[in-house]
């Protein structure tokens, strides 16, 4: 009896990290200490020269309606990624976000269809996608124009 708690025990702890023989790397999924959402990696390619970023995927109904707020840092190559399915016109507001932020509205195909900069915290003006978008992709304040990301810059994720 033991025996077999030791052994479930030791899968319980094995499975959360593992994938099953379907074939994928077996590597735990990375995890956001302060979110607890996914990290992924993202890239924007801006005139052949690519950025990359380790961005929190926000799926969920309720972790996109948190995103980040309250938030009191988020680092120069991180960002937060709102999936939309079906692609959809989006807007965001500000509320209870202490840091600005650029929102980046990511059109159907994974290009920039259009850049909200430097979004003042605790502002509550709709800030909205220039028609039906894919993700938007919240990063630092000042960070798109500080790296030239510009309308019509691919995104892959």
Not at 81 to 95: G, K, V
Not at 119 to 130: F, H, M, N, V
């Amino acid at each position: 009896m033991k025996r077999s708690l030791i052994f479930a025990a030791a899968l319980a702890v094995c499975l959360p990290g593992c994938k099953g023989p379907a074939g994928s790397s077996g590597a735990a999924q990375v995890v956001h200490p302060e979110s607890g959402l996914a990290v992924i990696p993202l890239t924007i390619t801006h005139a052949g020269q690519q950025h990359r970023f380790k961005v929190e995927l926000a799926k969920s109904a309720k972790d996109q309606e948190s995103g980040l707020m309250f938030r009191t840092r988020l680092g120069a190559d991180e960002g937060m990624l709102f999936p939309m399915e079906p692609p959809l016109p989006a807007s965001f507001w500000m509320r209870n976000t202490v840091i600005p932020l650029d929102l980046l509205f990511i059109a159907p195909g994974g290009r920039i269809a259009n850049i909200a900069a430097n979004a003042k915290p605790y502002d509550e003006t709709r800030l909205s996608s220039a028609g039906p978008v894919e993700a938007v992709l919240e990063l630092p304040g000042g960070r798109a124009a500080a790296l030239g990301i510009v309308p019509g810059d691919a995104v892959t994720w």
